[in-house]
C-alpha cells in the first residue's frame, strides 16, 4: 500500500520538527511538506497533493479558518482531509472548523501516537469512500461518529470513547443489537477489545459523564438543529448509543 501524503502547517516550526520526525519514522506515512505561513499553505496543497493536511488555526497572515474556506471553493484542486491541531479548544471554534470540512479537531498537548492513529484512520475513511460512496453522498459514517463525539466533548484518549464507536457501528450494521446490549453489544466489544462486558459498560458510562460535566450539549444541538441531548436528562449507554444511531441513519436515508 502506498504510504499516506501528510502535510503540516504550523507557526511553531518545533511542532513542526517534532511531528515531521516522529511522523517519517512511520512506515505508513510520508510528510510532504511543512510550512508556518499561513498564507502558503493553499499553495503548498496544491503543490503537493497531500491525502491528509494537519493544519493549526492560528497561523500568521491567514488562520486556518480562512485556509478552510480556500480549500472548500469549488475550483480548488486539491481536496485533501484535514485534521485541526491546535491550542484552541472553544466550542464555537471547533463547530466552525467542523463546519468547514475538518474531519477531526485534535487540542494541544497532544499525543504523537494518538495522531498518527487518526491520520491512518482518516486516510482510510477516504480511500474507502472513493471506491464505496457515491458523489454527493456526505461525510464517511467514521467521520460523523468521530465529530459528534469530539464536538460533545468525549475525549478520543478514553477507553469509552472507542467503545462507544463500535458500539454505534454495530447498531448501524443491525439494529435489533441495541434491544440485546447486555447479552450481546457490551460482550462482543470486550471480545474485540480483549477485555470483559463490565469493563466496557462502565468505560462508556464514563465516557457520557464526562461529557455532560462539560457541558457542550448546545453546540451539539446547533450542529443538528434541534435538541438532540438535554442537560437536565442525561441518557444510558443504550439511549446515547441509539441516540446517535438513529440520527445518522436518518442523514443517510436523507443524503
Request: net charge neutral.
Amino acid at each position: 500500500m502506498d504510504k499516506i501524503r501528510v502535510m503540516l502547517a504550523d507557526d511553531n516550526r518545533s511542532i513542526l520538527k517534532l511531528l515531521t520526525d516522529y511522523l517519517d519514522r512511520q512506515d505508513d506515512v510520508e510528510v510532504v511538506s511543512a510550512v508556518s505561513d499561513g498564507m502558503e499553505v493553499p499553495e503548498a496543497v496544491a503543490a503537493c497533493s497531500p491525502d491528509i493536511l494537519v493544519l493549526d488555526i492560528i497561523m500568521p497572515r491567514q488562520d486556518g479558518f480562512m485556509t478552510l474556506e480556500k480549500l472548500n471553493a469549488p475550483d480548488f484542486p486539491v481536496k485533501p482531509k484535514v485534521i485541526v491541531l491546535t491550542g484552541l479548544s472553544r466550542d464555537d471554534f471547533i463547530l466552525r472548523a467542523l463546519r468547514l470540512g475538518a474531519s477531526y479537531y485534535m487540542v494541544k498537548p497532544f499525543d504523537l501516537a494518538l495522531l498518527h492513529a487518526r491520520i491512518v484512520e482518516i486516510a482510510r475513511d477516504r480511500q474507502e469512500a472513493a471506491v464505496a460512496r457515491p458523489a454527493g453522498a456526505g461525510e464517511s459514517v467514521d467521520a460523523q461518529i468521530t465529530n459528534l463525539f469530539l464536538t460533545l466533548g468525549i475525549p478520543a484518549h478514553i477507553k469509552g470513547y472507542q467503545y462507544l464507536r463500535e458500539a454505534v457501528r454495530m447498531v448501524l450494521e443491525n439494529h435489533d443489537v441495541i434491544n440485546r446490549i447486555t447479552k450481546e453489544l457490551y460482550p462482543g466489544i470486550a471480545r474485540r477489545y480483549d477485555t470483559t462486558a463490565s469493563k466496557v459498560e462502565r468505560a462508556m458510562r464514563h465516557a457520557i459523564e464526562v461529557a455532560w460535566q462539560r457541558g457542550r450539549l448546545e453546540t451539539v444541538n446547533q450542529m443538528y438543529g434541534y435538541k438532540v441531548f438535554k442537560r437536565e436528562d442525561k441518557p444510558t449507554n443504550g439511549e446515547f448509543i441509539a441516540l446517535v444511531s438513529d440520527k445518522i441513519s436518518m442523514g443517510a436515508r436523507s443524503a
